[in-house]
């Protein structure tokens, strides 16, 4: 055997320790996240988020087109994923439903697939861009319903009153 081969075999063991490190805090980061949004998630939630996602998962097929909506519009599996996780972690989600939503979420990827070869890449996005801006700061200005612009308390308020408070939409928030 000579040097060369003892110092060969030294580098590819460092380098599988180095490998099998950075695995192992990567799912000690990945679990450590879920256990923040569980315990995140179960402060925030409130009887209506639990309501929301029943309804939303009532029937297999619901729970199916709710996760290809969801996905369709956050444009991330992933996210949808850790959400759902997020939700069961917490109990407000059981796993039947959760599981039709992920296999939604799995269909709502393709989504993006199927608008690029509908509308192929001709379509010049920036020519929408700018009139969405101009909706979207019509619709902020003239909506004065959501819960910020008739409660006084809004941003003292903490944040799991003010999500039942958004979900409810009504006045009692402020007495």
Excluded: H
């Amino acid at each position: 055997m000579s040097f060369d081969d003892d110092s060969d075999k030294r580098a590819r063991m460092k380098n599988l320790i180095d490998a099998l490190g950075v695995l192992i805090g990567g799912i000690g980061l990945f679990l450590l996240g879920i256990t923040m949004m569980t315990n995140g998630l179960k402060l925030a939630a409130g009887p209506a988020l639990e309501l929301i996602l029943r309804r939303a998962t009532r029937t297999p097929l619901a729970g199916l087109a709710s996760g290809v909506l969801v996905t369709a519009l956050v444009q991330s599996s992933t996210a949808v994923t850790m959400a759902v996780i997020g939700f069961v972690n917490a109990g407000l989600l059981d796993l039947g439903g959760a599981l039709w939503v992920l296999f939604g979420a799995n269909l709502g990827m393709t989504t993006t697939g199927w608008i690029v070869s509908l509308l192929g890449l001709k379509m010049k996005i920036d020519a929408l861009a700018l009139p969405m801006v101009g909706i979207g700061i019509a619709l902020r200005l003239t909506i004065s319903t959501l819960p910020w612009s008739w409660c006084p308390n809004w941003p003292s308020m903490r944040y799991a009153t003010r999500c039942s408070a958004l979900a409810r939409w009504c006045g009692a928030c402020c007495a």
